[in-house]
């Protein structure tokens, strides 16, 4: 049922190869998208001809057998002796469609009409800063709130350690369903909680998205720092003014700080066929990766010692990313407290011909440090919202963890 590149997960009584390329991966993407406009006529019209399911119909167990099975290590393991925490990143977005798959299954459909796609990954905390690469990992899920085209996902990874498997991180997705051609959105089943507490978990959902709505609405994009957080810039620029002039322009920075336009870093990403999906696009999870590691380096080096991933938070997949595009990732560190990192990647794909740019993806990543680290401090109002934004992100994470 899902076929991928090389990690190996065992659920359902089989090995399932996991990376986000469902049955066509061997055959040529063009002849693929082909087959599937037949699909068209196995759509629902409406949401009420689906029928019904629990959320125990899409619950997974599925196994990434890192200590039984050696010879997969290598792909996951980093020079510190632990688990690329970006492979994780691309095995939870797999299942996460895999998942949704599931509670969209009909019985007496051979091949599933729906492209399900990945809209938002929520949020992902973690419980443990090191994953072990020599212990069996194991993830859970299932869809948690259904709408009329989109649906939640909650997925729990544990590793196994002296015969009991402890967690290791919580995740929350969004994925949409589209439809065969990925054009337009299509129904999704609606889901029935069973139990007091399913209801709680699907209420839960329907909050989420409230607070999405409300976190995209109050956005500095859109509208201005409130009075507590034009106070926290303007004590920013009172503590950075040199004194021996009276000048607006002449700034200092503070001892044991650094300008924020000293604290970032770029990549460039060639999107080869090998990372796309039928629809000649790049999956998800591998943005991600990128999107990670490109963070993680930025935080190992603004703190100066090793950083562990704390939380990832609204990434929002605004575009698609075509084979074949140039993918621009800048990473910022944008607000710092304590031992702590919040750093900001923004990616876009460049077109060579138009030579435009389109954003397609913002990261948010939470960091810890193993030390405390320099204050970051903004110096023009540009940068000043990045911080107040970077702010927003690490108090909502903190609130959760």
């Known amino acids: 049922f899902l076929l991928g590149r090389g990690s190996k997960l065992m659920g359902c009584g089989s090995v399932v190869l996991l990376n986000n390329v469902f049955f066509f991966l061997t055959r040529d993407h063009v002849q693929a998208m082909q087959e599937r406009k037949a699909l068209h006529t196995l759509l629902a019209k409406r949401q009420e001809d689906l029928p019904p399911r629990k959320m125990k119909d899409s619950y997974l167990e599925v196994i990434l057998p890192l200590g039984s099975q050696p010879e997969i290590r290598e792909k996951y393991l980093n020079v510190h002796n632990s688990v690329r925490f970006g492979r994780i990143l691309e095995d939870l977005d797999s299942l996460g469609v895999l998942i949704c798959y599931t509670h969209t299954k009909q019985e007496m459909q051979p091949r599933s009409p729906l492209s399900i796609v990945t809209a938002l990954v929520d949020k992902i905390n973690l419980c443990q800063k090191i994953i072990h690469p020599d212990c069996d990992i194991k993830f859970t899920g299932n869809v948690s709130w259904v709408g009329k085209t989109s649906m939640e996902v909650k997925m729990h990874m544990l590793q196994l350690h002296d015969g009991d498997y402890s967690p290791v991180l919580d995740a929350t997705f969004v994925m949409v369903a589209r439809d065969p051609e990925n054009k337009r959105p299509a129904f999704v089943n609606p889901l029935i909680p069973e139990s007091p507490e399913e209801e709680e978990i699907f209420k839960q959902g329907e909050l ?77 999870g591998f943005l991600m990766r990128k999107a990670f590691e490109l963070g993680w380096a930025i935080a190992c080096s603004y703190g100066g010692s090793r950083p562990f991933i704390v939380s990832v938070d609204d990434i929002m997949f605004q575009k698609p990313v075509e084979v074949g595009s140039l ?75």
């Not at 950075?240 to 001892?255: E, G």
């Not at 990192?341 to 011909?353: F, P, S």
């Not at 397609?360 to 990045?386: C, D, R």
């Open 327 to 401: 993918l621009l990732l800048s990473g910022q560190v944008c607000y710092t407290e304590n031992n702590y990192i919040q750093i900001r990647v923004h990616t876009e794909v460049y077109n060579a011909n138009t030579r435009e740019n389109h954003t397609t993806n913002v990261f948010h990543f939470t960091f810890v440090s193993e030390n405390e680290v320099p204050q970051v401090v903004p110096k023009t109002y540009g940068e000043s919202m990045l911080y107040l934004d970077g702010k927003r992100h690490f108090t909502a994470v903190m609130k959760e963890i």
């Open 208 to 284: 989420n998205k409230l607070k999405r709505i409300d976190f995209n609405t109050a956005s500095l994009l859109k509208m201005a720092p409130t009075a507590e957080e034009r106070n926290i810039v303007h004590d920013i620029f009172l503590n950075t003014l040199d004194t021996r002039t009276v000048s607006f322009q002449s700034r200092k920075l503070p001892p044991n700080a650094v300008w924020m336009e000293d604290a970032k870093l770029k990549g460039l990403q060639i999107c080869h066929p090998e990372e796309r999906n039928i629809f000649n696009r790049i999956f998800g």
